[in-house]
């Protein structure tokens, strides 16, 4: 039972048709470099906590919300992540790490956002008749989108030493450019779900 959602939380986060959680995960980590890995340890756990608490609460029926409304709000977190990205990049020639502090308490909150999301793909999944086993399974599901994420900001600040290092290119300007692209697939995201 524990493998089972433990498995589908991995595919779910790394499942390349449903790409807006790896969007916002890369909007998330963008601004860092891997000997920042401390940083975006914490900001990770920032949004695993976010979503963990949210996920919760929805697969008991504590709190229930708009799906559409949810699916909605996802790419519209990616997009105001991606623009606070660009908007601190522009302002400083190098990025100041002080000035990306406010990306834990986005990566928290964005999370509550996310958990709700993430809760749909866990509750279609139940298995009927299991109810007593769901603290299992929602473990393992969470657990799973934990380890695909960690995956996710792996291979990002893999690229990133290699734009930084070998590549020799500006932090500033990676970041800037990754970003926009983040916000121009968020957008895409948004106008399709819009005119849905």
Not at 85 to 106: C, E, G, M, T
Not at 129 to 135: A, I, N, P, T, Y
Not at 147 to 164: M, T
């Amino acid at each position: 039972m524990f493998n089972t959602y433990f498995e589908l939380g991995i595919t779910h986060i790394l499942d390349p048709n449903a790409y807006d959680h790896l969007l916002f995960i890369v909007a998330l980590v963008a601004i860092y470099q891997i000997k920042e890995w401390k940083k975006v340890a914490i900001l990770v756990t920032a949004f695993t906590l976010g979503h963990s608490i949210t996920l919760a609460l929805a697969a008991y029926d504590v709190i229930t919300f708009d799906q559409r409304t949810i699916e909605i709000l996802i790419p519209i977190t990616i997009l105001i992540t991606a623009l606070y990205n660009i908007f601190i990049a522009w302002q400083d020639r190098q990025v100041n790490s002080k000035r990306v502090n406010i990306n834990y308490a986005l990566a928290a909150f964005f999370g509550l956002i996310h958990g709700m999301a993430f809760s749909n793909q866990l509750k279609a999944s139940l298995f009927p008749g299991q109810e007593d086993r769901l603290l299992t399974q929602l473990l393992g599901f969470n657990l799973g989108i934990e380890l695909g994420q960690l995956i996710i900001v792996a291979v990002i600040l893999i690229v990133s030493f290699i734009a930084f290092n070998v590549l020799k290119i500006n932090q500033r300007w990676w970041i800037i450019a990754l970003s926009s692209i983040v916000a121009i697939f968020a957008i895409d995201l948004l106008r399709g779900l819009i005119s849905a």
